[in-house]
DNA sequence: GGCATTTTTTACTTTCGAGTAACATAGTTT
DNA sequence: AAACTATGTTACTCGAAAGTAAAAAATGCC
């Protein structure tokens, strides 16, 4: 029914370690699987559970209850991003290049399980402290697009009408790959992230290319 | 608690038309609110009925159970979307043009209840029979936006190196508009959509306006 | 007014899944 | 080996919300 099974450090024998940390993260990861599946109220903790060849109190051995859990996986979705802002950030760069760059890896964090938690399920799901907290990762994330958009503006690398706007319609477009289904193929993956980014950058309208070189906006 | 009611033809006092259309409606655009705001799963009948002046059991009489209260909502949505494929099809106009007021009715449709419904509430909350039905139309109007794009192609005014992909991105770049929190103030509304659309239209990269007219893509 | 039909309510059953208490077992320490 | 700690399980409670049965009220018709 499931599909490939998140790895489980429970062994139906009895050679288990205990490493709590270990086990800790496989329950986060089986739970943003199914989390991302399904959806929050769908998904219930005995499937969970079942998928790690374990009973439900368990789960609560490592984590408060389930919204702790939900939570765990969008922090953890979110801080996968945001992490990856840092890295080589050459002055050379223009904007443009730093936002697709940006963009693509953005775009391949929602093709894990933890991307998709953060990207399709709402932060209503979650109390209101959380959702705060939640909020605020995502209020920096498109602090830091924005922050994009306009350098590349200043260096005259993007065009854009209103940062604030643009990076809303950027990161949304992105999410709604959260949606796409996808093939096991991780080619063909790669191929609709990057048409998806062409698209953003140069627009549905044909650009004229005879004064351009060819290869506009190589990574 | 709940932001301006949906119109009830239920008033307390014993003025009521026995109109049961009209009443069927009205539940309908009542769960549509609720299930746009909070989702399908914490919807709560009882809600949708405390908003109604009505108690459950009366949504009962209108509707067979709560997913076939979904399913026409979604169902709603999406073809209030189809029908406005129609319309002035000069042959006049380029595919982009095409396109692109396609694209304004498609954004204008997420700012209500039942476009929030079809766009944000994922079809795996139905059962695979009424499931089905709704792929199927989604389907088509993924379609008919594959064939705008490939029509612009045609005839020069759309760039792309893959309509499949390229109708995915659009679709799902408005589905996004469905999160925005949206203000009152309807002129904001539609600077955005005219915001997002000129995006996706003309693209990131900053073009070269010397030689086309200032108003490149107008309605 | 009396009778049938439609509409709505009151009061209930049912189901599902989150969360818990109390016990069980393995490994570790002394 | 006894006692302690870490980890799990069995078997339960509990609440929320879907859904239903049957009575009750409103409406229309003669």
Redesign the interface.
Known sequence: MRGKTVSSPWQKAPERKQQRALKREAVLAAAARIFSE?????ASLDEVARVLNVTKPTLYYYFKNKEALLFACIEHGLEMLGGSVEGPHTAAESG?QR?MSYLRRYARLIETDFGRCAVRI?D??LSEPSSKKIRRIKADIDRELRQM?VD?MAD???????PQ??A??L???L???G??RHREDQTVTDK?ID??I???????????HA?AKPD??TR
Request: no cysteine; net charge positive.
């Open positions: 399904v959806g929050y109220h769908r443009l936002l709402s209503k799901e958009v590349g005259g690398s993007i065009a854009s009408a209103n706007i643009t809303f319609a990161a949304g477009a999410n709604s790959l949606h796409w609709i048409e998806y062409s698209l953003l950058v140069d627009g549905l309208a044909p650009r004229d004064k506009r906006h």
